[in-house]
């Protein structure tokens, strides 16, 4: 539960089911143009507008009733790190110690493989789009409908958004099996 841990968690599961990218995920503030609200049912991200799209947009993120809740990661993330103002996610120096300065695009890539190769996982296999794919392929073999995925993934089409669909067993997921 040290700060770094407790960071990390945050920006994991935030990233995760949110489905952003690493560029949104290091640009969330508490007072700037891409800034949140947590309310009992959960966050809502106001994410600025990007070359993606030209637009701020909403995504909601509700709460859920296990480990991986990432409302509470945040809420728990927050509240020992102190901060009140500014960059959410932001360095750690190796005391401990909270600081000023936010993470980088590119600190996203290191923490998650240091935080996959901590679980005995191939860091070399994912990257910070992982998180957003993972999103994505995770909700197409749950079956929730694309236009949720949709809503939370900010994807204009459906085509794109089926081309973030991750195959993680050939075999598994072969239309063959059900015929």
Known sequence: NDLRSLRDKALVLLGFFSALRRSEIV?????????F???DRGVLLKLS?????????????PRRNDELCPVAALESYLSASGIT?????????????????GL????????LGH?????????????????RAGFITAAEKA?????LIQRTSR?????????????????????????
């Open 49 to 61: 507008a990007t070359k993606a799209s030209l637009k701020t947009e909403d995504v909601a993120i």
């Open 37 to 39: 609200t947590i309310t």
């Open 104 to 111: 980088d695009a590119t600190s996203v890539r290191h923490i």
């Open 143 to 147: 079956n929730v409908p694309d236009h």
């Open 115 to 131: 935080r996959l190769l901590g679980i005995g996982v191939e860091p070399s296999k994912f990257s910070p789009h992982s998180l």
């Open 155 to 179: 994807h204009k089409s459906v085509e794109v958004l089926r081309s973030y669909i991750r195959v993680a067993d050939a075999f598994e997921e072969n239309a063959g099996k059900f015929i």
């Open 85 to 101: 103002s500014g960059p959410v996610f932001r360095a750690v120096s190796k005391s401990g110690r909270i600081l000023d300065r």
């Open 27 to 35: 640009s969330l503030e508490l007072d700037g143009r891409s800034t």
